[in-house]
Every structure is written in structure tokens, then in C-alpha cells.
């Protein structure tokens, strides 16, 4: 009886310990989850930072591109205008010693308007 008390008080014992063993390694499973959690939420938060930086760098050079391409065309424009202009073309004419039209003639041949200089 005497063996049998000390067997029960030690199986006892062992369970608690195994308790206690198998709560701690619960516990600390849960605190590497959670690390490996936290851990990862900082990379993705690095990884999402670092884009919308790059992000905005690149919209930021899109932004002064347009501004040129912006400019560059209304730079263009003046010069088409001025290149249209009427005094423009008649100071041309007069450099390649072209003659002017006095009177201009149109002719109906087949629906459509030609020009003809007599």
C-alpha cells in the first residue's frame, strides 16, 4: 500500500511536470507564431514603403516630361503659325521671283472645281 501511494503520488507529479512542460511549449510555439507575424508584417510594411516611394519618384519625372512635351508644343505651334503667316509667304514668293496670278478661272469637269490661269 505503502508503493502503491508513493507510485500515484509520483505519477502525480509527472503529470503536473508534463503539464506544465506541454503549457510552456504551447506558449512559446504561440510567441514564434507571433514573431514570425510581426516579422513579416515589418517586411511587408518596408516592401509597401519603398513602392510608393519609387512610385512617386517615377510620377514625378512622367510630371516634368509632360511639362517639356507641354512646352516644346507651343513652341511648335508659334512656329507653324508663323511659318503660315501671309507676309511670310509673300517675302517667299518674292525671293523665288514667282509671278502673282492676276485672275484665276475655275472649270467644271466632272463635278469637281480646277483651277486654270489664262
Known sequence: MLFRAKWQNFKARMNQANCVATYQNKNRNSLIILGVLIFSCGLLYLWQINFLATTGYQ???LETKQSVLKDENKR????????????????KIAELKMVSVARVEYLQANGTSVAMNR
Open 59 to 61: 510620377l514625378k519625372d
Open 76 to 91: 511648335l505651334l508659334v512656329k507653324i503659325t508663323e511659318l503660315r503667316s501671309t507676309s511670310r509667304l509673300e517675302a
